[in-house]
């Protein structure tokens, strides 16, 4: 099962940007999409974005169109999620997950907290 291990919070004001990262143990063929959730507090974890390893394709959920953008490096070990014009409502925890052929995670990261204040 391959390890995640997301990088990249913090504390900005509304408007600012951050870059998250998602480094992965290694590339493993169970693995055909890597997404980026949230959750923020009473909330469910939701998808944010979603890229395919085998077409490139990415998806986004339509509050973070056109502000955030995911992204591999060639060697498809680490994600990105880079965050623009972020907005308090863009509070939460933001886990990195492998996601497997069911579509479903089948690996998590151990989250990191993005906070944006007004």
């Known amino acids: 099962q391959v390890q995640l291990v997301e990088s990249g919070g913090g504390v900005v004001q509304a408007g600012d940007s951050l870059r998250l990262s998602c480094a992965a143990s290694a590339r493993t063929s169970s693995t055909y999409s890597m997404a980026w959730f949230r959750q923020a507090p009473g909330q469910t974890r939701q998808i944010v974005a979603r890229?395919?390893?085998?077409?490139?394709?990415?998806y986004y959920t339509n509050s973070v169109k056109g502000r955030f953008t995911i992204s591999s490096d060639n060697a498809k070990t680490t994600v990105y999620l880079q965050m623009n014009s972020l907005k308090p409502e863009d509070t939460a925890v933001y886990y990195c997950a492998a996601i497997g052929a069911t579509g479903r995670p089948n690996s998590w990261g151990q989250g990191t907290q993005v906070t944006v204040s007004s």
């Open positions: 890229i395919s390893w085998n077409t490139d394709s990415t």
